[in-house]
């Protein structure tokens, strides 16, 4: 059972990606088997139907390929206008499609996601969640009932990119728990 744990934003200075690096030192602690991806690393154009015509850009097929290998998602989900992010909805919607040599993979039915969010705000990017959580389970997958959301981004992470409040890390750590129980259940 392992976990894929992955930023919508790659932003340098991204808070999401200070987040999923929070989640990411709590699996190790929890004992959880997990792999922390950078986007960044998978470059794709913006989805269009005539660029699939012509075949899955590598990233796609690669990302298809890796999301199929992992039976959850921890997902650090910025939020946009009170919505998801376009490199995350794109990245989520090439993975859905599949050409000859990647329909053997499954990328999201079946899986688990836990949805964090942090914002400068007050509201933490909570209202972007309720998209990313019909995405997701429209293509299948199982949703924690509760996410994790972290108001007041730029107090809220120390220099070195830690959550400085101990509730916060608590409320992490138990998602996270709930998340690896889930996963292990629904992979068994
Ligand atoms: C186009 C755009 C729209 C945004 N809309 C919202 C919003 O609706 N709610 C909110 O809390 N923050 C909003 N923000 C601020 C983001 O939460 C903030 O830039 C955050 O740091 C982005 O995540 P990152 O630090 O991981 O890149 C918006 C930012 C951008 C660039």
Same mark, same amino acid.
């Given at each position: 059972m392992s976990l894929l744990v992955l930023s919508g934003s790659i932003r340098r200075a991204s808070f999401h990606t200070k987040l999923a690096a929070a989640a990411a030192e709590e699996l190790d602690r929890q004992g959880q088997t997990y792999r922390v991806l950078n986007l960044a690393d998978f470059p794709l154009p913006l989805y269009d139907g005539d660029l699939e015509a012509q075949g899955l850009p590598a990233s796609a097929r690669a990302l298809r390929q890796l999301f199929s290998e992992y039976d959850g998602f921890v997902i650090a989900n910025p939020e946009y206008n009170g919505s998801i992010t376009p490199l995350l909805k794109n990245v989520l919607d090439w993975v859905s499609r599949k050409d000859a040599q990647s &329909? /053997? =993979? %499954?990328? =999201? @039915? !079946?899986k688990t996601a836990l949805l964090l969010s942090t914002s400068p !705000? &007050?509201? @933490? $990017? /909570?209202? @972007?969640l309720r998209h990313t959580r019909e995405i997701l389970t429209s293509l299948g997958a199982f949703v924690l009932p509760q996410h994790v959301a972290v108001p007041n981004a730029a107090q809220s992470f &120390? @220099? %070195? $990119?830690?959550?400085?409040d101990e509730k916060q890390l608590q409320a992490l750590s138990t998602q996270l728990a709930a998340l690896g129980r889930l996963t292990a259940k629904l992979a068994a």
């Open positions: &329909s /053997q =993979y %499954e990328p =999201y @039915a !079946g !705000g &007050s509201l @933490a $990017g /909570q209202r @972007a &120390s @220099a %070195e $990119g830690k959550l400085v």
